[in-house]
């Protein structure tokens, strides 16, 4: 068995010991990562335990955080609304459990038909956060810069048939919005790594991705190595983003230097507040030792 494996085993178990994943609060952000990783483990290992597992993570995030029309944030009193960038993420872990059971692959296509017309404006971008009913953009709100993106890569993979008039909309503001977007802050930019490498040669991919490169250059600090979360901060980090640009730049093949610096800096790290025990933290770090399916062949 990898080291890598092992050591996510070992985090898993401690996590549900100290009731933090996936036994504790539900939070759709780490519970997309964390089905992604269950089935990642499940096809690395041979073991269908963490395909059920998986399945139950979704029932539970069903029974709890579902709703009428999409998705709730998260359990806690303060995780109300919907974003869009993460119902993209759930969506896309019901993809990859649906290569092994494929009756999660209705349950994305009737999520998408939820929520598409909710958030996004042809023409013009996608809400960032909605109302938990869907029924208005949630106060003080405006649209997301990578929510277009997510969208259209996650939607071609879902089917690109059944998801033909979404896709259209999502591709158009793709190709209006790509030439002027400038992410600066880390995970935004990991997770655009991550998505371009399902197209890698198209041209919106290729663009965003030597920008988003370019500007991780300049956040990278070492010694100790880690990526401050913003260009000119040096000194605010994050664990759990700093996870989510390693999985970028392993999508894409970049920096994996840099990808076991951070994973060997994070792994003694403290920050003495709460993302210590938050499940988000630790999801986020068995997914950059084990990112499996996350990381998949080009589609074109």
């Known amino acids: 068995m990898r080291p890598e494996v092992e050591e996510t085993l070992r985090k898993l178990?401690?996590?549900?010991?100290?009731?933090?994943?996936p036994n504790g609060r539900r939070y759709l952000w780490t519970d997309a990562f964390g089905v992604i990783l269950l089935v990642s483990l499940a096809a690395e290992l041979r073991d269908e335990r963490h395909l059920a597992t998986a399945e139950w993570v979704v029932a539970e995030v069903n029974r709890v955080l579902g709703r009428p029309r999409g998705i709730r944030i998260g359990e806690a009193p303060d995780r109300d609304g919907q974003y869009f960038h993460y119902l993209a993420m759930w969506l896309f872990a019901l993809h990859v459990l649906a290569e092994q059971r494929p009756t999660y692959h209705q349950q994305a296509i009737g999520l998408v038909r939820q929520i598409h017309v909710a958030f996004v404006r042809p023409g013009v971008g996608v809400i960032w956060k909605m109302r938990e009913d869907l029924s208005a953009p949630y106060p003080g709100y405006?649209?997301?810069?990578?929510?277009?993106?997510?969208?259209y890569v996650v939607y071609r993979l879902l089917d690109e048939d059944e998801l033909a008039g979404e896709i259209r909309d999502m591709q158009g503001l793709v190709q209006r919005?790509?030439?002027?977007l400038h992410v600066t802050q880390d995970l935004g930019l990991g997770m655009l790594l991550w998505m371009s490498?399902?197209?890698f040669g198209a041209t919106w991919a290729r663009i965003l991705r030597e920008r988003s490169?370019?500007?991780?250059?300049?956040?990278?600090?070492?010694?100790?190595?880690?990526?401050?979360?913003?260009?000119g901060l040096p000194d605010v980090r994050f664990a759990f983003t700093n996870h989510g640009v390693s999985i970028g730049l392993q999508a894409v093949g970049a920096h994996l230097d840099r990808v076991r610096a951070l994973?060997?800096?994070?792994?003694?790290?403290?920050?003495h507040d709460e993302y210590d025990r938050e499940a988000i933290t630790h999801v986020m770090a068995c997914s950059s030792l084990v990112p499996g399916k996350l990381i998949q062949p080009t589609v074109g």
């Not at 490169?213 to 260009?231: K, Q, V």
């Open 263 to 271: 994973q060997r800096y994070f792994a003694t790290y403290r920050s």
């Open 197 to 199: 490498h399902f197209f």
């Open 13 to 21: 178990e401690w996590m549900r010991s100290k009731r933090i994943w």
């Open 142 to 151: 405006g649209l997301g810069a990578l929510d277009p993106f997510h969208g």
């Open 213 to 231: 490169l370019a500007t991780l250059d300049r956040m990278w600090i070492e010694p100790p190595g880690y990526f401050c979360r913003e260009p």
């Open 177 to 180: 919005l790509y030439r002027d």
